[in-house]
């Protein structure tokens, strides 16, 4: 059974810092494209980061760029988001997403390049 499994979130201050962490099992991403999303309830799903080993590719929402890093770690099949200066703005659940590897996709920040979704986690970034 394909599973990508988020932990990580919770309740943080304006400044401080969270790691979230999503492991896939049933599949192994290699060197296929990983992301993470976020979405406030009443708005649209918004793509936060994406990277992709195979080319070295990485995308960053403008909003969090220099606050955010993504990495991935293949050994473990799990991939993670560093969260630093967090801000109110960034309260959200937060989604991984991953994609079925067979037919290769480049980040377009849309979600429609993945195939596989966690069961999200909730940031909430207090002021």
């Known amino acids: 059974e394909v599973q990508l499994v988020e932990s990580g979130g919770g309740l943080v201050q304006a400044g401080g810092s969270l790691r979230l962490s999503c492991a896939a099992s049933?599949?192994?991403?290699?060197?296929?494209?990983v992301g993470w999303f976020r979405q406030v309830p009443g708005k649209e799903r918004e793509g936060v980061s994406c990277?992709?080993?195979?080319?070295?590719?990485?995308y960053y929402l403008d909003s969090v760029a220099g606050r955010f890093t993504i990495s991935s770690d293949k050994a473990k099949n799990t991939f993670y988001l560093q969260m630093n200066s967090l801000k109110p703005e960034d309260t959200a659940v937060y989604y991984c997403?991953?994609?079925?590897?067979?037919?290769?996709?480049?980040?377009?920040?849309?979600?429609?390049?993945?195939?596989?979704w966690g069961q999200g986690t909730q940031v909430t970034v207090s002021s």
């Open positions: 997403a991953a994609q079925r590897p067979s037919t290769y996709r480049y980040c377009s920040g849309s979600g429609d390049e993945f195939d596989y």
């Open positions: 049933g599949f192994t991403f290699g060197d296929y494209p």
């Open positions: 990277i992709s080993d195979s080319d070295g590719s990485i």
